[in-house]
Nanobody, 122 residues
Framework: VQLQASGGGLVQAGGSLRLTCAAS????????MGWFRQAAEKEREFVGR???????YYDDSVKGRFTISRDNAKSTMYLHMNSLKPGDTAVYYC?????????????????WGQGTQVTVSS
């Protein structure tokens, strides 16, 4: 299984971006998918995830601003980011969960993409 994250870039505070995570190989729409991010000199942290049913769960820091969706037919997941803040600056990673219902821990995820840089200027 391979994951390709794309859509990152430079945006001003208050702006929007949409990240895309395309999965290839032996993928299954039955597993959860998640987004994580890692800022410079910080640990990778949970952003949100979408279960195989389509239910979503977000970290409090992005709740109300970020939305995750998935298109199982295309083996693709999206992260819609609105009202971006400088604190959202990070490399964003997508991942496939070990189970249909995965949590927020890195260990809940098995496959990882290479990451895409998001930079929010003030």
């Amino acid at each position: 299984v391979q994951l390709q994250a794309s859509g990152g870039g430079l945006v001003q505070a208050g702006g929007s971006l949409r990240l895309t995570c395309a999965a290839s190989g032996r993928t299954s729409s039955n597993n959860a998918m998640g987004w994580f991010r890692q800022a410079a000199e910080k640990e990778r942290e949970f952003v949100g995830r979408i279960n195989w049913t389509g239910s979503t769960y977000y970290d409090d820091s992005v709740k109300g601003r970020f939305t995750i969706s998935r298109d199982n037919a295309k083996s693709t997941m999206y992260l819609h980011m609105n009202s971006l803040k400088p604190g959202d600056t990070a490399v964003y990673y997508c991942a496939i969960g070990l189970r249909p219902y995965s949590g927020r821990e890195l260990s809940d995820y098995r496959y990882w993409g290479q990451g895409t840089q998001v930079t929010v200027s003030s």
